[in-house]
C-alpha cells in the first residue's frame, strides 16, 4: 500500500502537494520499518552465553559508533543473550551522545545484580516524562525530524530486552546535571537462565 501511495503522489502535478505527499509516505515507511524492527527485536531466538562483563564491555567501546568513556569495575560472569544486551545498552549509550554530548559507562555489583549506569552532561528529562519517555514513539524533542530525534523506541527497546532478562533500566536526573541511565540484570537466576535457553 505504501508503495502504491508514493506512485500515486509522484503523479500529482503541484509541485508543493507532490513533495509533502511524498514526504509523508517516507516518514511512514521509515516507521514501519522501525515497527517490525523494534518487534524482531523482542522476539529473537538468540542463545544465552556466560559473559565475562568487564570484558564484553571492553569490546563494545572497541567497536563503538558513538564513543564513550569506559570506568574500571569488576571482573564478572553473567548470562544473557550478548546481541540483545549489546543492543540495549548501544542504544542508552547513543542516547546520551546525542543528548547530553557524552557518555561515561560504570559496572558494579552486588550479591545478586549487576548494575551498569550511563551518564551523561546533557539537560535531563522533565520529571513528568521520566517514565513516559519509555513509551514507544514518545519523543521529547519537539522537532519532527527523524534525523535528530529519532523514531522514539530506543529507550522501549532496552527497556523490554532487558525485562526479558529479568531486569530493569531506570532513568534519573543527576544532580550535578546531566541524566543517568541504569540497567540492572540479575547475576544468578536459575529459572531464567532456563527459561532463556528454553527459548531457543
Request: no cysteine; net charge negative; hydrophobic share 40%.
Amino acid at each position: 500500500p505504501l508503495t502504491a501511495m508514493r506512485v500515486q503522489a509522484e503523479m500529482v502535478d503541484e509541485d508543493e502537494t507532490r513533495e509533502g505527499l511524498v514526504r509523508s509516505v517516507e516518514e511512514m515507511q521509515s516507521m514501519v520499518e522501525a515497527t517490525l524492527t523494534f518487534a524482531r527485536g523482542l522476539t529473537g531466538n538468540e542463545a544465552a552465553e556466560t559473559v565475562e562483563i568487564s570484558q564484553f564491555l571492553q569490546d563494545m567501546q572497541n567497536g563503538a559508533v558513538a564513543p564513550f568513556a569506559l570506568q574500571p569495575g569488576p571482573s564478572t560472569d553473567i548470562r544473557f543473550r550478548p546481541n540483545a544486551i549489546r543492543r540495549a545498552l548501544r542504544n542508552l549509550i547513543e542516547n546520551a551522545v546525542r543528548y547530553g554530548s557524552a557518555a561515561s559507562v560504570n559496572w558494579a555489583t552486588d550479591e545478586e545484580s549487576l548494575v551498569i549506569t550511563i551518564e551523561d552532561h546533557g539537560p535531563g528529562i522533565p520529571k513528568a516524562n521520566i517514565d513516559q519517555v519509555f513509551d514507544p514513539f514518545f519523543r521529547l524533542e519537539e522537532s519532527r525530524s527523524l534525523e535528530t530525534g529519532g523514531h522514539g523506541l530506543g529507550l522501549s527497546i532496552a527497556r523490554s530486552i532487558v525485562r526479558e532478562h529479568g531486569g530493569d533500566v531506570s532513568l534519573e536526573n543527576r544532580k550535578q546535571g546531566g541524566l543517568m541511565a541504569k540497567v540492572q540484570l540479575p547475576l544468578v537466576d536459575e529459572n531464567l537462565a532456563r527459561g532463556i535457553d528454553n527459548d531457543t
